[in-house]
């Protein structure tokens, strides 16, 4: 499912014509290779440009034009050289040429200029606020509004063709763009909850600390009264941002945010209570090595997405002491030297990635596979 590119079976995808089993791998295979994600991206965006086209109703006079001419006698030429024999054959491919033209004018319009004037807000519970105005039960959200609600309110935004997200109760949100090729808001405090089904780098969430860069996915994000974050996926990915450090949360995961410091280092949220305490103090209260003892001794087989993480925050022995735990968890691939990955090969550390990611992704639903594996693990009955 890994190894084979799924090119082929992208339109079909994105047109939801494939059975359940085949989607699901493929939606699989999306997460850990970039060209099919590249494919799919361009694939998914056109899906999403046809649909948006305006849907035009002929006049009654175009089509009695058509008849009368598919009715009138139309003579053959003896020996045509050039275009079509019948005059109504001209002018059905002129026709269908125009309207082509016509679908590919707008096409490159909605691309470049479409915008949506403004967002629908629907009021939830209580009486949430745009612009200090009382929403009733559902207003419009224009770019430079700020949507609050206080402790007893709450309010769902919806998007433009992508989604919409959820506002809960104390939370100000702010609209920063409205282009259908770039939806942007602004969590200034709160918590947001966004469903997302759109091209990755469409849906994005400004915080005091970190932009979260949606690549197809459900998730909720907290901001506190001191811009300090926390990000938690419950579906795809997220990617978060700040001058020009990144991390990459999947499905299960969560990942703390801080003014002037960024994204911390991913971790799934089933992790130890101790990995996660250590881990904090490594990421913004200088815990250094003791705090990386405590992370290493408490990771397991699913703590490599954090160990993984950890190789790019640090370096010499402490750097050599994250990969011997990692490639204890779980072996890296022939292609991926000890000596690569101490040096940060670019080509090593994306074919490690490539091998942990299904380990990540697999383990998607815990509670799931350890009802499994209690079963199996049960020893059979005695008879009686």
């Given at each position: 499912?890994?190894?084979?590119?799924?090119?082929?079976?992208?339109?079909?995808?994105?047109?939801?014509?494939?059975?359940?089993?085949?989607?699901?791998?493929?939606?699989?295979?999306?997460?850990?290779?970039?060209?099919?994600?590249?494919?799919?991206?361009?694939?998914?965006?056109?899906?999403?440009?046809?649909?948006?086209?305006?849907?035009?109703?002929?006049?009654?006079?175009?089509?009695?034009?058509?008849?009368?001419?598919?009715?009138?006698?139309?003579?053959?030429?003896?020996?045509?050289?050039?275009?079509?024999?019948?005059?109504?054959?001209?002018?059905?491919?002129?026709?269908?040429?125009?309207?082509?033209?016509?679908?590919?004018?707008?096409?490159?319009?909605?691309?470049?200029?479409?915008?949506?004037?403004?967002?629908?807000?629907?009021?939830?519970?209580?009486?949430?606020?745009?612009?200090?105005?009382?929403?009733?039960?559902?207003?419009?959200?224009?770019?430079?509004?700020?949507?609050?609600?206080?402790?007893?309110?709450?309010?769902?935004?919806?998007?433009?063709?992508?989604?919409?997200?959820?506002?809960?109760?104390?939370?100000?949100?702010?609209?920063?763009?409205?282009?259908?090729?770039?939806?942007?808001?602004?969590?200034?405090?709160?918590?947001?909850?966004?469903?997302?089904?759109?091209?990755?780098?469409?849906?994005?969430?400004?915080?005091?600390?970190?932009?979260?860069?949606?690549?197809?996915?459900?998730?909720?994000?907290?901001?506190?009264?001191?811009?300090?974050?926390?990000?938690?996926?419950?579906?795809?990915?997220?990617?978060?941002?700040?001058?020009?450090?990144?991390?990459?949360?999947?499905?299960?995961?969560?990942?703390?945010?801080?003014?002037?410091?960024?994204?911390?280092?991913?971790?799934?949220?089933?992790?130890?209570?101790?990995?996660?305490?250590?881990?904090?103090?490594?990421?913004?209260?200088?815990?250094?090595?003791?705090?990386?003892?405590?992370?290493?001794?408490?990771?397991?087989?699913?703590?490599?997405?954090?160990?993984?993480?950890?190789?790019?925050?640090?370096?010499?022995?402490?750097?050599?002491?994250?990969?011997?735990?990692?490639?204890?968890?779980?072996?890296?691939?022939?292609?991926?030297?000890?000596?690569?990955?101490?040096?940060?090969?670019?080509?090593?550390?994306?074919s490690y990635r490539t091998a942990l990611e299904p380990v990540w992704i697999s383990?998607?639903?815990?509670?799931?596979?350890?009802?499994?594996?209690?079963?199996?693990?049960?020893?059979?009955?005695?008879?009686?």
């Amino acid at each position: 499912m890994f190894s084979k590119h799924v090119s082929a079976k992208l339109s079909a995808y994105c047109n939801g014509e494939l059975s359940n089993d085949e989607t699901k791998a493929i939606a699989e295979h999306l997460l850990v290779c970039k060209g099919c994600r590249k494919a799919y991206d361009e694939i998914n965006l056109g899906v999403q440009l046809a649909q948006s086209l305006p849907q035009v109703v002929a006049p009654a006079s175009l089509w009695s034009e058509i008849e009368n001419l598919l009715d009138a006698p139309q003579p053959l030429p003896s020996t045509p050289r050039f275009g079509f024999p019948f005059t109504w054959q001209k002018l059905v491919f002129t026709g269908a040429l125009a309207m082509a033209l016509v679908a590919c004018g707008v096409s490159l319009w909605l691309y470049f200029e479409m915008r949506a004037a403004s967002w629908q807000v629907v009021r939830l519970d209580g009486a949430p606020k745009i612009n200090k105005s009382l929403v009733s039960d559902s207003e419009r959200f224009s770019e430079g509004e700020l949507l609050e609600t206080d402790a007893n309110s709450r309010a769902r935004i919806n998007l433009t063709k992508i989604g919409h997200v959820d506002i809960d109760p104390n939370s100000r949100v702010k609209v920063i763009s409205t282009k259908f090729t770039e939806q942007r808001l602004a969590l200034e405090r709160g918590k947001l909850s966004a469903r997302i089904s759109a091209p990755p780098r469409i849906f994005f969430v400004d915080t005091p600390s970190a932009k979260a860069v949606d690549l197809g996915c459900a998730y909720t994000l907290e901001v506190d009264d001191n811009g300090r974050g926390l990000l938690q996926v419950t579906s795809g990915w997220v990617a978060l941002e700040y001058q020009g450090r990144e991390a990459r949360v999947p499905a299960g995961a969560a990942c703390e945010t801080r003014p002037q410091v960024g994204p911390g280092t991913p971790f799934f949220s089933n992790s130890t209570a101790a990995l996660q305490k250590a881990l904090e103090r490594f990421d913004f209260e200088n815990g250094g090595i003791a705090a990386l003892e405590t992370i290493l001794a408490e990771a397991t087989t699913r703590d490599t997405l954090t160990l993984f993480n950890l190789l790019y925050r640090v370096d010499g022995k402490e750097r050599a002491s994250v990969y011997d735990k990692l490639a204890s968890l779980v072996l890296p691939p022939d292609d991926v030297t000890r000596d690569g990955i101490l040096t940060m090969n670019a080509e090593m550390i994306d074919s490690y990635r490539t091998a942990l990611e299904p380990v990540w992704i697999s383990e998607t639903f815990p509670a799931l596979r350890k009802a499994l594996r209690n079963i199996l693990d049960k020893p059979p009955e005695k008879k009686k």
